[in-house]
Each structure stands twice: as structure tokens, then as C-alpha cells.
């Protein structure tokens, strides 16, 4: 179904205690962690998106069973071996994480498997998980990177050594899923990146040496025969939140306090980013859950805001976030610059793209490069022209921008596909109702 959302009015000021709905990152491990348990697990809170009931539908073909309450849900997983069945099919739907970790659990399918998904994910590179479980002994049917790929696990997949070198969470967790299910042990040298697999792992008692550096993770892992339930009351999820970080940032005479949220350090390269270009922002009441470090985020509307030359570092803990970035350095003053992102590009759509096109559509300068962006801000940005968001492959994360720029900017916005949010913040605009009339 097409919907096209409209704003032509910017937000009221606004003083506000929210919460998010639960991480995605973390939602999509329980799905996948719990479906290799005999035992029950339960999650809280787990996110009701169509990634995660993507997830639970993929666990189910592959023979657990899944519980819907009210409060939470419950799975019964397989075991480390999966029920195995003749010609089956796995749809990912518009999920990369999904899609690429569930490819690292199928190393032992001994059957030939069929993985597809949505327009968006069928473009997306998944080459850079199947090369590494080749080494595994996987076999893979199709000389294309992308989506639908058909593939065969062996009943005995060998440990391997991985050097990861992109800083994607989504590429080491493969492996070390596949590790999982593996003779002997695996060994990951990866360039830093969101740990919540390591977490998880640790949490479960795998067997698993972790000694991770400033810029890099090396984990040992060894195959194990079977693995525990995992019960979870799962933190609001960052990604979503800094939409909500930004508009109040970008609202004059704001305040917002969001509650119970996940800042694991290595999701929140926005928080420093922000600081660095003078938000006024406060992580309180922090606290550990299971490795995870959570807390509650307070944010203040922020007058002179400066530009950044992004340190590179953050990369990898703002992957998420760059778009949402964008749109305050369009508003800050002085030249931004943001360099080595061309992973934005390898995104639910080519995001360095999307952001860039979407900056100056509000008349903003920018200067694009394969794999950087240049941004002039403007701290006095006023739009008086309409601005048509279409044809953007659905990606979510360039429709909730596009609603905080709208928001935040003025102007007359015509936004299509509002369905979108249902990928991974199925509440978006539920949640901007509490917050202002929209
Ligand atoms: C994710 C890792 C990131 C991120 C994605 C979720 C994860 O991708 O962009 O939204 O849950 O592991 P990469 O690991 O490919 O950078």
C-alpha cells in the first residue's frame, strides 16, 4: 500500500519523557540465539518490526517454536541443528543483518537452502559473508553477490581464521555463529565494531576468548554441542532514538528525556559526534544489564552548533546514524566533513547519496565523493519550497530523516512510503504524536 506522509509545518516546542521500542540488533540475536536452545527462552520488550518478525519466521521454517504474548515472546528452539527440510525458503525480507547472520547458522544445513528478500536487500552485497563461510565448507550456489542465493551447509564445518577488515558486525557475527556450529576453534581478527554477539556470548557461557583492543576485536571461538535459553528484557535501541535526539536538538526551548535506552559503547558514536559539535546531551542513570550498558539520554535544544571534521573512528559506532548526522551539520556552522563511509552506500539504500540529495533539495551545499561528504552549513536554514521524497527503495532511515528535516526546517513536505518505519521503529510517528501535535 502507498502512503505519503505531508508536513508543512515545523514542530512546537516541547518538554518530554519518552521511551523507544526495543534494539534491533540485539532483538535479531535473541530470535536467532534462542532458536539454537532446547530450552524455553523469553524476551521482553523484544522489537515488534519487520525485520525481528522476519527473524521469527525464518526460526519457525527452521523448527522452533515461537510464543506471542501480550507482554512478551517465547521461543523453543532446535538445538545447534536445525529440523532439516527438503526445498526451503528463507525470506530476509528487507533485513541485512537477518540475512547475513542467519547465512552463518545455515553452515551445518545439510539440505540446499534458499535465501530471499526484498528489493532493497536483493541489491546488497552478500558476498562479503558467503567468502568467508566457504572457508567454513559452505557451498554456494550463485555467482551473484546479491539476493536470492541458494546454499549447503556439511555436518562437519571446519574452525578458520577471519580478518575482517570493514568494521561490520554483521560480517564478524556470521562468522562467529558459523564458529559456533564448528569443529575445533575459530579465530576472528576484525577491525572494531558493535559487539552485542560478544555479549550475548559471554552471557551464555560459550566458550569464547575475547581480547579485544582499541581498533580491534579478536575473539577465539569454540564449536559447542549445545547452548542455553537466553532470557532477556531487550534496552530501547540508539538507532531510533537519535531521530528523536536530533529533533529536540534542532527545536527551540526543548527538552527530552528517553528513557532505558542501550548505549553500549559501541553504538554511540552519535552521542560523541553530537557533543563535538556542541549538543547539550546527558547520559543518566547508567547501568549494566548483561554486559549491555544501558541508561537514560536527557537532551536540550542546542543554539550554536558547530561543524565537525568527523573523526573516522566513529565510523563504525554511527554506521546508523550519518544520515541524521547530516541533517545537524546542514544546521551547524561551518564546513562538515565526513570521510571512508562508502559502507553508507552498502545500506538499506546508498545512503551517503540519499543524504547529500536530500541536504540540497533543503538548499544546502554539499560536495559528494565515492566514499565522503561535504557539508556547508547553515545555522539560519529556512525553507520555503516543497521537497518530494520518493523512490528511495523504502529505506527507513531516509523517510524518519526526512520527517525530523521537515520538522526541524520547514518547508512543505511530500514524503512517500511511510510504511517504512515499520522495518525497524514500527512506533515513529506514534511516538512524534506524544511529543507535539504533528
Ligand atoms: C548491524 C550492523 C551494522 C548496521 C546494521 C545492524 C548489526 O551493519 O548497519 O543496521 O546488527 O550487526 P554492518 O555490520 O554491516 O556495518
Partial sequence: MKSNLIIKKKINPFTKKIFIEGDKSISIRWVLLSSLSKKKSRAYNLLKSEDVISALKCIKKLGSKVKITKNYH?????????????????????????????????????????????????????SRVTLPLKKFGLKIFSKKKGLP????????????????????????????????????????????????????????????????????????????????????????????????????????????????????????????????????????????????????????????????????????SAIDEFLIIFLVAAKSKGVSYFKNLSELNQKESPRLIWGSKILNMMGVKTKLTENSLKIYGNPKLKINRKILIQNYLKDHRVFMMSVIAALTCGGHWYISDMDSVKTSFPSFLKTLKKISKV
Avoid: W
Fill in 74 to 126: 517465547e521461543v523453543i528452539g532446535t538445538g545447534i541443528n536445525f529440523k532439516e527440510k527438503k526445498n526451503l525458503i528463507l525470506d530476509a525480507g528487507n533485513s541485512g543483518t537477518l540475512g547475513r547472520l542467519i547465512l552463518g547458522l545455515l553452515i551445518n544445513f545439510k539440505k540446499k537452502i534458499k535465501i530471499i528478500g526484498d528489493k532493497s536487500l536483493s541489491k546488497r552485497d552478500f
Fill in 149 to 316: 542465493l541458494i546454499v549447503q551447509g556439511l555436518e562437519k564445518p571446519e574452525s578458520i581464521f577471519y580478518k575482517e577488515k570493514k568494521g561490520s558486525a554483521q560480517c564478524k557475527s556470521a562468522v562467529m555463529l558459523a564458529a559456533l556450529k564448528s569443529e575445533g576453534e575459530t579465530f576472528i581478527k576484525a577491525k572494531k565494531s558493535r559487539n552485542h554477539t560478544e555479549l550475548l556470548f559471554k552471557y551464555l557461557n560459550i566458550d569464547m576468548k575475547n581480547n579485544s583492543k582499541k581498533n580491534i576485536d579478536m575473539i577465539k571461538i569454540k564449536g559447542v554441542p549445545k547452548i542455553n535459553s537466553l532470557n532477556y528484557n531487550i534496552p530501547g535501541d540508539i538507532s531510533s532514538s537519535s531521530f528523536f535526539i536530533v529533533l529536540t536538538l534542532l527545536t527551540d526551548n526543548s527538552q527530552l528525556l528517553i528513557k532505558n535506552v542501550n548505549i553500549n559503547p559501541s553504538r554511540i558514536g552519535i552521542i560523541h559526534i553530537l557533543k563535538k559539535m556542541g549538543a547539550y546531551i546527558k547520559l543518566i542513570n547508567v547501568r549494566n544489564y548483561k554486559g549491555e550498558k544501558i541508561g537514560d539520554i536527557f537532551v536540550k535544544s542546542s543554539k550554536n552548533l558547530k561543524s565537525i571534521n568527523c573523526p573516522t573512528k566513529y565510523n563504525s
